[in-house]
């Protein structure tokens, strides 16, 4: 049995878990709600506060699609319960990040400033010019735009210039020594 499938998902108070035909499940909380078609194959039941999530055989499809449709199922009761976000550093001399509106602006080194615009659901705050969080209560979405922001000047070895995520260890290289 695959341990991460068989253990139950729990609701926490504020929290209406619907399943609907196809598998179709609907999670509505405090910060909003999200709707996910899952695999249909799967039997979620709901029994109280808590969901559990069966598999009908041991096919190593089957085995594979238990796990994530049970993560899948905990990841939106938490988006609406707590929401998630990720932090980002701008690193280097000169890059920094502005925010109007829901255009954020990033000066990284470049001829002209790159500007993104937040997607619907997510939420970009700036703390000082070079901490960015990204908010929303998906987290696909959010770890998405997160990396979308990062691939606009990816951390560089010598230097540590770039965007980076807060918790991301870069692996520093040495430079060049000069000859004698």
């Known amino acids: 049995m695959s341990r991460i499938g068989r253990l139950p998902v729990t609701i926490p108070a504020g929290v209406t878990v619907e399943i609907a035909e196809n ?5 509505k909380g405090p910060k909003g709600t999200l709707v996910r078609e899952l695999p249909a194959e799967m039997e979620i039941k709901q029994e ?3 969901i559990t999530v069966t598999r009908p ?3 190593k499809r089957m085995k594979s699609l238990h796990g994530l449709t049970r993560t899948l199922i905990n990841n939106m009761v938490i988006g609406v319960s707590q929401g998630y976000e990720k932090v980002l550093e701008v690193n280097g001399v000169g890059y920094r990040a502005a925010k109007s509106g829901n255009k954020l602006t ?3 080194g470049y001829s002209h400033p790159v500007e993104m615009i937040d997607p619907e659901g997510i939420e970009t705050v700036l703390e000082g010019q070079n901490k960015i969080t990204v908010k929303g209560i998906d987290k696909e979405k959010v770890g998405q735009y997160a990396a979308e922001i990062r691939d606009k000047r990816r951390p560089e070895p010598y230097k540590g210039k770039g965007i980076k995520y807060a918790d991301e260890v870069i692996r520093r290289k040495v430079g060049k020594t000069g000859k004698k």
Do not use: I
């Open 23 to 27: 598998n179709v499940v609907t999670v």
């Open 48 to 50: 109280g506060t808590e």
């Open 57 to 59: 055989n041991d096919l």
């Open 106 to 108: 990033l000066s990284l």
